[in-house]
Structures are given as C-alpha cells and as structure tokens.
T-cell receptor, first 118, second 112 residues
Framework: GAVVSQHPSRVICKSGTSVKIECRSL??????MFWYRQFPKQSLMLMAT?????????EQGVEKDKFLINHASLTLSTLTVTSAHPEDSSFYIC??????????????FGPGTRLTVL | GEDVEQSLFLSVREGDSSVINCTYT??????LYWYKQEPGAGLQLLTY?????DMKQDQRLTVLLNKKDKHLSLRIADTQTGDSAIYFC????????????FGTGTQLKVEL
C-alpha cells in the first residue's frame, strides 16, 4: 500500500519559535496533500489543501501567515508553524492523494506529528 | 465535524459484533469512509462505500448505507482486542475538491 511519512514524529519547542513539519509520499506521487489538526479526543479538522506547484487553499479560520504550507514537489509538502504559542500545541496529520487515484480518490495518511509548545 | 456525528463510546466483549453508527447531513456525498486510529498514530483506511451502494462487505467488516436517512454503519464481526481504537467515519462531497469531512469519532473498547 501507499506510504506517507511525517517528520518529526514529536517536537517540543519554546514559545515564539517556528517549527517545520514534513510530509512525504514514499512510493507514489501526490498532486494534492492535506493538512489536518487534531486536538485530544477530538476529530480531525482540515486546515488546508496543498497542490503541487501552487498556493495552498486554507480553510476558514486558519491563518495562512501563521501556518505556512509549501508543496514544492509531488512527494513533499511542508507545514511551518511560525511564532508558535502554547495554543498551537496539537497533533498535526497530513494526507496525500495519488496522481492516479484509486476508486474513491483515497487519501493516505501520515502517522502524525505531536507538537508541544512550552 | 459538525456535519458528521457519531456516538462517542462503544464497549463490547471479545468475540461479539460491534456496530458503529454515523449520521451525515450532506446528501451530495459521493464516497463515505471508515478510518481506524490507534493511540498516537495516524489514520488507517478500513473501507469505503460509494454513495450508490447499500452494502459492502470486506472480511469481518460490513458497511451499511441508508441514503434516505443519511445513516452509515460499520459492523465488525468477531471483535478482537486489537480492534480497540477510535473509529472515524468521513464523507467526501461532490465538488468539494476531494476534501474529507470527518465525524466526531467513536472510541471502541473491547473487553475480555
């Protein structure tokens, strides 16, 4: 099956610093990648849709200047949390959709990155 | 997650069947999915159903879709302790740019 990796799996940083999270599709090309945020015991909330070579589309209420998304290649998207604050602490999950998607346009999910801002 | 709702918790005994329910509001949904999330991990796709289907069976998993009532269910036969996890249903809407809207999640606990 298609594999999506995220790096780092866990990060702790000081308030005010920036943190970059990478999402890679390891064995397929992804035209579209999605970034989600999940608070404890809650569902996944879509933050933005990232298309290779173009600007990301952000969901309502998500600050694009705070959550910078870059999708420079068909196998890599990055999410940078700028000037992180404790309220940004969360579980961030990416997913990738293959260029030639299977029935259902399946999204393959990464294992997630746990961000803790002190 | 406001558009897709699930009951929060389900407890079953090992060997019994589990039925996890989901209700959604958008009748234009094209595909409906069931995902499994274990603690601290990402999501694993279990199965999906196209909106013009009523039922889909895949080994121990059976998905039932009632489009009229906008109700989706996942039945797990012979539930095992390894099935303990949080289960999310999700819908993909027509013209939605392949975005998924996730349900609130159901925590399944399997007891011996």
């Amino acid at each position: 099956g298609a594999v999506v990796s995220q790096h780092p799996s866990r990060v702790i940083c000081k308030s005010g610093t920036s943190v970059k999270i990478e999402c890679r599709s390891l064995d397929f090309q992804a035209t579209t990648m999605f970034w989600y945020r999940q608070f404890p015991k809650q569902s996944l909330m879509l933050m933005a849709t990232s298309n290779e070579g173009s600007k990301a589309t952000y969901e309502q209420g998500v600050e694009k200047d705070k959550f910078l998304i870059n999708h420079a290649s068909l196998t890599l998207s990055t999410l940078t949390v700028t000037s992180a604050h404790p309220e940004d602490s969360s579980f961030y999950i990416c997913s990738a959709r293959a260029v030639s998607g299977r029935a259902g346009n399946e999204q393959f999910f990464g294992p997630g990155t746990r961000l803790t801002v002190l | 997650g406001e558009d897709v709702e699930q009951s929060l918790f389900l407890s079953v005994r090992e060997g019994d069947s589990s039925v996890i329910n989901c209700t959604y509001t958008d009748s234009s949904s094209t595909y409906l999915y069931w995902y499994k999330q274990e603690p601290g991990a990402g999501l694993q796709l279990l199965t999906y159903i196209f909106s013009n289907m009523d039922m889909k069976q895949d080994q121990r998993l059976t998905v039932l879709l009632n489009k009229k009532d906008k109700h989706l269910s996942l039945r797990i036969a012979d539930t095992q302790t390894g099935d303990s996890a949080i289960y999310f249903c999700a819908e993909m809407k027509t013209g939605g740019g392949n975005k998924l809207t996730f349900g609130t999640g159901t925590q399944l606990k399997v007891e011996l």
